[in-house]
T-cell receptor
Framework: DAMVIQNPRYQVTQFGKPVTLSCSQTLNHNVMYWYQQKSSQAPKLLFHYYDKDFNNEADTPDNFQSRRPNTSFCFLDIRSPGLGDAAMYLC???????????FGPGTRLLVL | AQSVTQLDSQVPVFEEAPVELRCNYSSSVSVYLFWYVQYPNQGLQLLLKYLSGSTLVESINGFEAEFNKSQTSFHLRKPSVHISDTAEYFCAVNPQGGSEKLVFGKGTKLTVNP
């Protein structure tokens, strides 16, 4: 019954080594979001896709990119991870913008 | 712009005691309101939401929240907590119009002690 799936749940990467996080959904929702959540903080929106339209938040670093090859999948690419990028990365979906967002279990990224 | 204030960063309570987690928001437009719960090392789970209609909304595990428009509040309550309710709780608002996105409060860590 998993609706929003994130792989892997834990990811370890080296400083500067590109890494890709994956999100898939079985809800057929139009909108997919990526959030970054650091310890004891609220989730921070990085960007979202409405269908194939990409919407970047103004303060999202260029180091973060995203791809959505089809309705079901969305990827977060971190081109050159720094120590400060260690965080929980949350994927969420909603049927339409402004509607309820449903979150995946998250991927915890560790940068060595 | 919207903002959400969760005044209590940590709330410790004993098992079977009642609890209230406070949430106030500021917005120039009507909003949808949400409470999410996050267990350690997990994603956010939707606990309950107010979209329209009755101002009192309930979850399946005994939590309830009441939308108070005049006080711009959406406090979360449970009459008797369990140890399994230990988690972080996030209040969030989403404006009903415009381009602004879901805005989260900073979270309240609820710890239920035996």
């Amino acid at each position: 019954d998993a609706m929003v799936i994130q792989n892997p749940r834990y990811q370890v990467t080296q400083f500067g080594k590109p890494v890709t996080l994956s999100c898939s959904q079985t809800l057929n929702h139009n909108v997919m979001y990526w959030y970054q959540q650091k310890s004891s903080q609220a989730p921070k929106l990085l960007f979202h896709y409405y269908d194939k339209d990409f919407n970047n938040e103004a303060d999202t670093p260029d180091n973060f990119q995203s791809r959505r090859p089809n309705t079901s999948f969305c990827f977060l690419d971190i081109r050159s991870p720094g120590l400060g990028d260690a965080a929980m990365y949350l994927c969420a979906t909603s049927r339409e913008q402004k509607e309820t967002q449903y979150f995946g279990p998250g991927t915890r990224l560790l940068v060595l | 712009a919207q903002s959400v204030t969760q005044l209590d960063s940590q709330v410790p309570v004993f098992e079977e005691a009642p609890v209230e987690l406070r949430c106030n928001y500021s917005s120039s437009v009507s909003v949808y309101l949400f409470w999410y719960v996050q267990y350690p090392n997990q994603g956010l789970q939707l606990l309950l939401k107010y979209l329209s209609g009755s101002t009192l909304v309930e979850s399946i595990n005994g939590f309830e929240a009441e939308f108070n428009k005049s006080q711009t509040s959406f406090h979360l309550r449970k009459p008797s907590v369990h140890i399994s309710d230990t988690a972080e709780y996030f209040c969030a608002v989403n404006p009903q119009g415009g381009s602004e996105k879901l805005v989260f409060g900073k979270g309240t860590k609820l710890t239920v002690n035996p």
